[in-house]
Structures are given as C-alpha cells and as structure tokens.
C-alpha cells in the first residue's frame, strides 16, 4: 500500500511559477513508477507528467512541455511538479499518482494510488 498526500498548490498570476510536492509513504516507493495528473473545471482528469521508478524516464503532454518538469526523490519518497510559465488554462486540481509497475503510464486507469488532489489557479 502507498498513501500520496499533494501540497503547493495556491493561486498565481499566469507566467509565474509554483512547484507541487508529493509525499509517498511505504517502504518500496523506489519501485513505483509516478505521474502527475490534473482536472479543471468542467473537464476530465488528463495527463500531465510520468517518471520511471529511478527516473530515467519521463513522458510529458504536449500542453506542459517545455513549461513543466517532473522530479522524484526515492530517499524522501517524495514526488516534484515544476510548473514555470503557468498559463489560465493551466488551472485544474492536480493529482499525484503511482504505479508498482515499473514502466510509466499515460493512463489514469493504469495507476493504482492516488493522492486527494491539490488545486492550482493561474490567473489573468
């Protein structure tokens, strides 16, 4: 069992930045594949960001790439969200999640763990 707990979320004026944590508990976090996904309003959960369980690899959205960076720290059990140039659009609830299969995913169904969310506002 692994229990996500998201934090850093908050407002921001669009073009800023705000860096999203995730705290993971259990003692094999390292063998986790993570991502990060969002929901706005009035839309479906999507995809944002996945790293490999060492972080060798990672996947990105089109919409976030180049804007967004994706981190892990196994020793903390800990997962990063780097969002610079935050756009209105951008604005969404975002999640953590967790796989024990090693290989990243892109799908929301293919996590198993997810944490209670975190919400973000860029505004105009």
């Known amino acids: 069992q692994v229990q996500l707990v998201e934090s850093g979320g908050g407002l921001v004026e669009a073009g800023g930045s705000l860096r999203l944590s995730c705290a993971a508990s259990g003692r094999t976090f390292s063998s986790y594949a993570v991502a990060w996904f969002r929901q706005g309003p009035g839309k479906e959960r999507e995809f944002v960001a996945a790293m490999s369980t060492a972080g060798r690899r990672t996947s990105y959205a089109d919409s976030v790439k180049g804007r967004f960076i994706i981190s892990r720290d196994n020793v903390k059990n800990m997962v990063y969200l780097q969002m610079n140039s935050l756009k209105p659009e951008d604005t969404a609830v975002y999640y953590c999640?967790?796989?024990?299969?090693?290989?990243?995913?892109?799908?929301?169904?293919?996590?198993?763990?997810w944490g209670q969310g975190t919400q973000v506002t860029a505004s105009s």
């Open positions: 999640a967790a796989t024990p299969r090693g290989a990243y995913a892109v799908a929301a169904d293919d996590y198993d763990y």
